[in-house]
């Protein structure tokens, strides 16, 4: 992406790794908030810095999370975005998923050991730190990948995003890969992400 005139920003969210295990611990309860807005904020840093035209998105898993609630949460700062096997709904992703205690940790703050899947009971809470819950906002034109075989992030979170945004008019297109899982990893996939993902970044953002 740099050769063909792309900058990259990396950015180490509260949350994630980079910081030690205290940063980790700070994220349950509060995804959708600290990290959406440590990425904004650096995102709109760079941009008043270096003054680019465009800026455009991409991730994987939490990554694609953070996509698409950026596209939801800010629908007027992004040219285009691309997500991999994106978290995109956290109420339904906890009956379709191999790790539903990750959905809860990480939405509610803590594991409820009562909590049974089925029950009435269910948090809106999930709904509301879910990408889906400001999916009437985004306008950014959004490729999404999915791992036909993911158990981790089931396809149906994409296509559940693709849905949503092609019934609202948004442009966005989905591609399919039956014999993968959550990394998206065989090398003929990664390729064809890494091409559909430029592809899609041209065709949307602004050249002049």
């Not at 999370?65 to 096997?85: H, V």
């Not at 092609?166 to 966005?172: A, G, K, L, N």
Request: proline share 5%; net charge neutral.
């Amino acid at each position: 992406m740099y050769s063909l005139g792309y900058s990259i920003l990396l950015i180490n969210y509260r949350g994630s790794s980079g910081f030690g295990q205290n940063s980790i611990d700070s994220l349950p309860g509060k995804i959708g908030t600290n990290d959406v807005k440590d990425c904004q904020q650096a995102a709109e840093f760079v941009m008043s810095q270096y003054k680019f035209k465009n800026a455009v998105l991409y991730g994987g898993s939490h990554g694609g999370y953070l996509t698409t609630q950026l596209i939801g949460q800010f629908p007027d700062f992004y040219s285009a975005a691309a997500a991999r096997n994106p978290v995109t709904n956290l109420e339904s992703m906890l009956y379709t998923t191999d790790i539903p205690d990750w959905v809860l940790v990480e939405g509610l703050g803590e594991y409820d050991y009562d909590f049974k899947i089925g029950s009435r009971s269910i948090p809106r809470e999930l709904f509301e730190k879910s990408p889906i819950c400001h999916v009437d906002k985004v306008k950014t034109p959004t490729l999404l990948m999915m791992g036909k075989v993911d158990l981790r992030v089931p396809c149906s979170q994409s296509i559940e995003f693709y849905k949503a945004l092609r019934s609202r008019d948004v442009p966005v297109k989905l591609l399919s890969y039956k014999e993968d899982n959550h990394p998206l990893e065989k090398p003929q996939t990664t390729g064809d992400c890494i091409i559909n993902t430029l592809l899609w970044y041209e065709k949307y953002t602004n050249k002049d």
